[in-house]
Every structure is written in C-alpha cells, then in structure tokens.
C-alpha cells in the first residue's frame, strides 16, 4: 500500500470510523454498553473518543480515583476490534475542584468572576489548574498510554475563551514587557500618546474590556496573541504529561472554525501530531444554498489539511441534526455521507461524531446520535452512519495516508482578521475578510484545483500562485517573502485594503513605499470608497461586466498595466484590475471588492498561465465540486454533488470507480448529494 504520509494514527493505520461517547452517563445501565457494543459494530464504528467530560468519574472526591469503570469499557471495546481515542478531561472540571480553588474559576472582560458551570470555563494561567489537570492526566497517562487499544490523546475539548483574572493580567504584562522591553517601545508600538493613553509603568497594562480599554487597537492585538499563546502553554503543559510517560502515542486537540475569534490556530501547529477539527455546517438553510455552505466546510478542511501540510482528522461532525444552531435542520438524505466525504476529499483521514450515543438529560439531549434515545438500529440515521462507514472502509487501503498536492496557497491570515474585525472605519457595517476569502476560493473548489489556505508565517516557495485578500495587517516580513516569491517567478494576487497597517496596527507612511509592497504591485491607493450594501460600482474585463462592492480603492499606477477599471461615481476609469512584472513573476492587484463571477474569470486564466493542476479537465456542471489527493502510484479524485439534482460530468478519460471497481467513462452521472471516488495511475 503506498502512503505518502506517516501514519496520523500508527497503531491504527486506518481511516478513523466513530466518535465521542459518554458511558459514563450510562454506567448504571450496563446493558448500555453491551447493546452500544453490538449497534457500534454494526455501523463500522471502529473507534470511540472516551473520557472527554469524565472527570468527576475518574477523579470523584479530590485525590480519590476511580478508573476502574473506564478500565472496563475501554478493554470490552478493544475486545471487539474497537479503538479508543482517550480525552483529557480539562475541558470540564468537577464541582468540589471549583469549590475548592475558586482561582480555575475564568474571570469576566469586565472583572467579574464565573460561578462554576458549563465548560471551558477555567482560567489558563492558574497553577492551580495547571497542578491538578496535570496530576489528572498523568495518571491517566500512567493507566492507559500503554494499553494496545489507546491509539490518540484527545487534549481537552475545543479550546477557547478568555480569562481577565489577576494571575492572568500579570501573565499578560510579563508577555507584554518580554516583547517590548521599554515603556517607550511600547508606547511608541500601540500609539499610547493618542488620548493621553501614555504607559508609565508596567502595572497599568490591563486586558481590554468593555468598562476600560477597547480603543488601543495595538493592546487588542496584543492581548489577543497572548490568550492565544497562553491556551497553547496550558496545553503543551497537558501534552508534556502524557508524552512523559509515552511519547509514541500521537497528540491531538479539536479545534473549531478557521474563523474562531479569540484562537489563532495556526499558532497551534508545532505543539500538535495530528490536526482535528469539529464540524457543524448549517446544511439546507434557506439564505445561503448548499453548494456555499460546502464551500466553506472544504476551506475549513483545506486549512486545518494546511496547518502541518498532511491529512487530518475529522474529529466531530453530527450524524444528523445539532441542537445548538437557530434551527436544527436535519440532514436530508445523503447529506451525511456527502459531507463526511467532503472531508475525506480535502485531506481528513476520519469520519467522526459528535456523539454515538444521545445524552438522556441536559443541554445536549436533543443532539442527534448513532444511536438516538429510541434505541434502536431502524433509523435513517443508523442506516447512512452505516453506509459511510462501509465507504469509509472500502476507501481506507487507497485513500489513508494519501497527500493533496496543491500549487496555490490562499492567506487567511488569523492575526489580520483580528486588526479587521477592530480596525473601525473604513466600513464598520461589514468588511467581510471571510467573504472575500470565499470568493477568492471559489473558482478552485469548483474546478478541482487543491488550495493550501496559509497564515502570513508559512514559507511560500514551492507555489505557483499566491493570494492573499485583504491582507490589512502586514505581519513582521511578510513584505520580503512576497516580494522574493514574485521575483523569483510566483504570480501573486492582492485585493483591495492590502498592507495598511504594520504588526501593531499602526499605519505605513508615504505612498509608494516598499513597506505596503508597491513596488510589487506597481501602484500606490490615495483613497479607499466605501459602499452601503444597496451600492456598487462596475467593471468590465474581456467583454464580460462584474459588480463591485463594499471598498473601491482609487489607486495610482507606477509600473503596472491597467487591464479593467471603474465604470461610475468620481473615480471612473480608474484602474480595478493591473498588473505588474516584478522580476520574474507578475503581481496582480484587484482594488475592489469583486463579486465571485470576476474571481472565476480572473482565475481561470492564471490557472491556465501558471499551469495548475486540475482534478480533471472538463466543464464542471452547477452543484459538482471536484477535488483530488493523491498517492504514491495513483491520482484520487473526488466528484461531489451538493446540487438539489442530478449532474453529469464529462470524464476526459477512462478511470476507475474506487467504490464500484468498474471503469467509467464519457458522461458520469451523479445524483443529488452522490459522489463518486476515481482513480488513476500515475
Ligand atoms: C462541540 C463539542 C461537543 C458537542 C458538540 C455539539 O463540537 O466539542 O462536545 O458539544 O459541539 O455539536
Ligand atoms: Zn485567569
């Protein structure tokens, strides 16, 4: 079997069929977990995540264990070829732990302290926590890191959130003064002098809050890198503990959105072995169609493939309906499938759920399972659990391990998003990094081209073509790295609101200067127009009109070419559109917010100037995504329908159908929420 990556999980080599379960709601019941046992491998569940919210089993009174009722589970479990993927159990903590040390307890933005409840709700900074999750975990570590069955650490449950607690505001001055060193730097960095704002002394910096600072936007940066750096200390302490006792058993933590607003996850790669994400789109909505929502899981995948450039895992998605959206519309027949094969074809190694079986009581009762709290196999949502799970099995020799090739990277850029979200003006109604994002991606999900999406410290050799929209906030160096992929023969696409300010949000001076990249591009922006919603402007480019929205940038050629400018308001033939050759790559800049039609067309053509690899090359019908990974000796290729009808796709050659084992040619017909998998040999 030809792998081009190591294995994500080695004592498991195979793709990952199951999710988070939570006998120990049920251990009064013992016949729970019998039946649980049948029905899992029933629907090819080959492993389960244990132990996420087990701590107040596992740890019942302070320094009193009991592992014997996990001991039980795990070993019955592994009896039947089932696999554990073991949580630490710091996402939750017990109530005597809180009421004890009222310190883990997470203070307010506005200095209040939490009562005890719900979950990541602890402060990161607290060596008290840090002293009893680590006692925890290395007992658990010492129980379980050898046993054959336990193949991942699960740390935590998805991270998040802030603490404004005093042991987490001398954490934050000591981060603030290491990076500063002086008053005066620091003063000088966040542009203190404005309103009188001036440091004096260390003690004065406080967090952000809604009843102090929030117009410092260099202190929000800042404070947001250190929770951020601080939720990756509490976890590297977690890791540190179970590594002591085996450093083979690989580590993972599951993240949430590539859009979280406190977390920058791409700061998180180093620390993990394997990257896991949760996923809970809001399928059948009426206000966007399936095919955008689709869009943005598969950007979601690309990035967290992205963060370690290798196959992830899936680590939750729901089999059915959630309880926690506006609406919790269930997935309509097919969808699941659909979507767990959304994940596999962007790079994830897993199928996974959030959760086998449904919670009786509490707030998550009404959360769909495997196995609902009817109890039995003869529901629809059994039956497609089972049926990917038989792909999933099917698709495991070929597709585990295999890589996603890609020769375009996208920016998404965690660090700029913040500056954007704080940045009051231009637009404060709405500048949508993440829809203009979106329109950049859409022409490659399309058509089947891989995108690495990246953060501003990834190296950029190695690819084709580089975009990076509405990158506001240049990072320290990312000008240079730029600067170096164009000349040494990159093509690299700006958009509008690019290098306005420095890493501390304080803005570039002069025109046309190095620091904002206009020697690349070619240009220099005097002004930036910002449109209502009801507003637009126009361009045309190769005889085909496009909208404009949001900013319209009135920019100043240098050395570029201008090839579509505006067609209204005041600034009218100005350029939308240029070109600059820099050295021995091309810099395009797109100085508006274009709609997705403009981004297509712009695409297609540098896709045929940098000679990007397609999935295949053929005119993909309304509703089809195609994507591809590939292997050592075979090239595999995802055809997708999120469409509500049936699509055909002109094949450019024959191929094998992975699932079917026939080979198709000429016209493949998908149905509605159907895909196929097809090889090649390479
Ligand atoms: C998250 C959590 C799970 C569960 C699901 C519900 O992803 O990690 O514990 O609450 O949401 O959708
Ligand atoms: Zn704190």
């Known amino acids: 079997m030809a792998q081009r990556f190591a294995p994500a999980t080695p004592k498991f080599p195979h793709m990952l069929h199951g999710g988070d379960y939570n006998p120990e709601q049920w251990l009064d019941q013992p016949e729970v977990l019998e039946e649980d046992i049948r029905l899992f491998r029933k629907a090819h569940i080959n492993c389960v995540s244990l132990g996420i919210f087990s701590w107040a089993k596992l740890e019942p009174e302070e320094g009193v264990y009991d592992f014997g009722w996990l001991d039980e589970i795990i070993d019955r479990l592994y009896a039947n070829g089932i696999y554990t993927v073991l949580a630490t159990p710091s996402g939750a903590r017990p109530q005597w732990l809180a009421q004890k040390y009222p310190e883990v307890l997470r ?58 607690c005093e042991l987490c505001q001398a954490a ?75 450093p083979d058993i690989p580590v993972t933590t599951n993240m949430m959105t590539m859009y979280t607003y406190e977390l920058n996850y791409f700061a998180f790669r180093d620390a993990l072995d394997v990257i896991s994400w949760d996923n809970y789109p809001e399928w059948h909505n009426p206000y966007m169609g399936n095919e955008e929502v689709a869009k943005d899981c598969a950007m979601t995948h690309d990035m967290m ?40 074809a962007h790079g994830a190694d897993s199928g996974q759920y959030f959760q086998l079986r449904q919670s009786r009581g509490s707030c998550e009762k009404f959360h769909s399972a495997v196995i609902s709290n009817t109890g039995t196999e003869n529901t629809r949502t059994f039956r497609e659990v089972t049926d990917i799970g038989t792909v999933l099995e099917q698709l495991s020799d070929r597709v585990y391990g295999s890589g996603t090739p890609a020769e375009t990277a996208i920016l998404f850029d965690t660090e700029n998003k913040w500056a954007l979200d704080k940045c009051q003006g231009p637009r404060n109604i709405g500048l949508d990094y993440f829809g203009n994002i979106r329109r950049n991606y859409s022409y490659f999900w399309k058509n089947g081209i891989n995108v690495d999406i990246i953060d501003s410290t990834f190296d950029l050799s190695g690819y084709k073509l580089v975009i990076a929209p509405m990158l506001y906030l240049f990072r320290d160096g990312i000008q240079e790295k730029l600067r170096r992929f164009v000349r040494d023969g990159g093509t690299l696409v700006t958009t509008c609101f690019t290098g306005v300010v420095n890493d501390t949000d304080l803005s570039f001076l002069g025109e046309a200067t190095g620091d904002k990249l206009s020697d690349v591009l070619g240009l220099w922006v005097e002004e930036v127009d910002s449109l209502y919603d009801c507003e637009s402007n126009r361009t045309t480019w190769n005889g085909k009109s496009y909208s404009l929205k949001e900013l319209c940038e009135i920019c100043h050629p240098t050395t570029c070419e201008t090839l579509a400018v505006y067609e209204t308001d005041f600034y009218a033939g100005k350029p939308v559109l240029t070109k600059n050759q820099f050295g021995k790559g091309v810099a395009y800049h797109v100085s508006a917010s274009a709609d997705t039609d403009f981004f297509h067309a712009l695409y297609a053509k540098l896709a045929a100037a940098c000679d990007l690899t397609y999935a295949i090359r053929t005119a993909v019908p309304d509703g089809i995504s195609l994507t591809w990974r590939q292997s050592d000796t075979e090239k595999l290729i995802f055809v997708q329908n999120f469409g509500d009808s049936a699509a055909a796709v002109q094949l450019d050659q024959p191929y094998e159908n992975v699932l079917s084992g026939e080979t198709v040619s000429g016209s493949l017909n998908i149905e509605k929420y159907g895909f196929a998998v097809l090889a090649k040999q390479i």
């Not at 005890?116 to 129980?143: F, M, W």
């Not at 704002?197 to 117009?215: A, F, I, K």
């Not at 370690?308 to 969808?335: D, H, I, R, Y």
Request: with cysteine; glycine share 6%; charged share 20%.
């Open 305 to 344: 493939r992205s963060l370690q450039k290798k196959p992830f895992l899936l680590m939750e998605c729901t089999p059915n309906a959630t309880n926690w959206q506006g609406v919790s519309k269930l997935k309509k027949p097919g969808m699941h499938q659909l979507s767990v094969i959304e994940a596999v």
């Open 172 to 246: 934050f001055r000591e981060w603030v003064q290491k990076k500063y060193g002086t008053l005066d730097k620091l003063n000088h960095a966040w542009w203190a002098n404005f309103w009188s704002h001036t440091y004096t002394d260390w003690s004065q910096v406080h967090s952000p809050s809604p009843v102090g600072e929030t117009s410092v936007h260099g202190l929000d940066l800042d404070w947001r890198r250190f929770v951020t750096h601080q939720t990756i200390d509490f976890m590297k302490t977690e890791i540190a503990a179970v590594k002591a006792v085996n």
């Open 107 to 164: 203070v307010r933005p506005d200095g209040l302290r939490n009562f005890y409840g719900h979950r990541q709700n602890h402060c990161y900074t607290s060596p008290l926590y840090r002293e009893k999750v680590t006692q925890i975990d290395t007992l658990l570590a010492e129980h379980y890191a050898n046993h054959p069955a336990v193949i991942l650490w699960h740390i935590s449950n998805e991270f998040g959130g802030e603490c404004h």
